[in-house]
């Protein structure tokens, strides 16, 4: 199994739908975080969560909620979203938070119609 | 401000050298790493510099001025497959925060 994966790869989803994003690690790291890539913006980073609790919620909107039962599993609950979501989303883990190599997932090509 | 600026775009000939350049306004400055993306998957990890000077990993070089704010991506020998966004990124203070550049696109013509 590949390092870190995610599903689905791609999803359209309607302003009303609710729709979960999954990603896994099996990498054995402790860390694990979901960053927003728009085109030609940086990315930004969304939540970080170690050893299943949240350590970082960057001012996201209540329509995105996060939740990593254990540390190989991480969620992105979605909710009433806007077209200006529409984006990939990435998830990614480290060994833990002292600023080591970030590995990411293939991401979710997110389109909210 | 925090800030990581690289070129939007650039293009090389395959069989060249390129040179991928990126400088950082941080208020701290604890490594920079370059990944590689390419269109639709996961951005890798390309490599790590937190002391002044050249790393070299194959077609791929990495070199850091930590006085000048500045960084570039070296890659030799150029195939298509090179093809791909380019990112910078600074972490600033050995914790998991890292400030990102928007990526350069790399295009590869035959």
């Known amino acids: 199994e590949t390092g870190v994966t995610q599903t689905p790869r791609h999803l359209v989803m309607g302003m009303t739908n609710k729709k979960s994003l999954k990603c896994e690690q099996h990498l054995g790291h402790n860390a694990m975080y979901w960053y927003k890539q728009s085109a030609k913006k940086p990315l930004e980073l969304m939540f970080v969560y170690s050893l299943e609790e949240r350590v970082e919620n960057n001012s996201v909107p209540s329509r995105f909620s996060p939740e990593c039962p254990n540390s190989s599993h991480l969620f992105l609950h979605l909710h009433t979203l806007q077209p200006e979501d529409s984006a990939l989303y990435l998830c990614?883990?480290?060994?833990?938070?002292?600023?080591?190599?970030?590995?990411f997932g293939p991401g979710t090509r997110l389109t909210v119609l | 401000g925090q800030n990581i600026d690289q070129p939007t775009e650039m293009t090389a000939t395959e069989g060249a050298i390129v040179q991928i350049n990126c400088t950082y306004q941080t208020s701290g400055f604890n490594g920079l790493f370059w990944y590689q993306q390419h269109a639709g998957e996961a951005p890798t990890f390309l490599s790590y510099n937190v002391l002044d000077g050249l790393e070299e990993k194959g077609r791929f070089s990495s070199f850091l001025s930590r006085s000048k704010g500045y960084s570039y991506l070296l890659l030799k020998e150029l195939q298509m497959k090179d093809s791909a966004s380019y990112l910078c990124a600074v972490n600033m203070d050995s914790n998991y925060q890292l400030i990102w550049g928007a990526g350069t696109k790399l295009i590869i013509k035959p």
């Open positions: 990614a883990s480290s060994q833990d938070l002292t600023g080591q190599t970030q590995y």
